[in-house]
């Protein structure tokens, strides 16, 4: 999976100061996948491939399914919890990209996510 943070302070000043991480991980089910900014933000994601029950019944086909479900958080400096998507899980197509965005007191944080097979 592919996966981009782009954080951003001062967004409501005029003056903002941007960082950046992008990183290629490779997932295991239900594996933790922790991602670290310089800034002190911290990505928790957790990416397994979608469940029949999960699905409509236009997507249902034979096999695996082509959409990969994945939950995380996203953590402040000092470990707080500044969104959570874990009870509301994206269903990403692989090869499609979605993004999770926070924007809070000045500061802008976005997780940009592109499930595909090795």
């Known amino acids: 999976m592919d996966v981009s943070i782009i954080n951003k302070k001062g967004i409501d000043k005029g003056l903002t100061l941007g960082s950046e991480l992008h990183s290629i991980e490779e997932v295991n089910n239900r594996e933790n996948i922790v991602l670290k900014m310089r800034s002190g933000i911290q990505v928790i994601l ?64 976005e997780v940009s996510l592109r499930p595909h097979l090795k």
């Open 46 to 109: 957790q990416a397994k491939f979608a469940e029949l029950e999960e699905l409509s019944q236009e997507e249902i086909s034979y096999g695996p399914s082509s959409k990969v479900r994945i939950t995380g958080k996203i953590l402040n400096a000092q470990g707080n919890v500044m969104k959570d998507f874990s009870e509301s899980p994206l269903f990403i197509p692989l090869e499609e990209s979605s993004k999770v965005v926070h924007s809070k007191d000045s500061q802008l944080v």
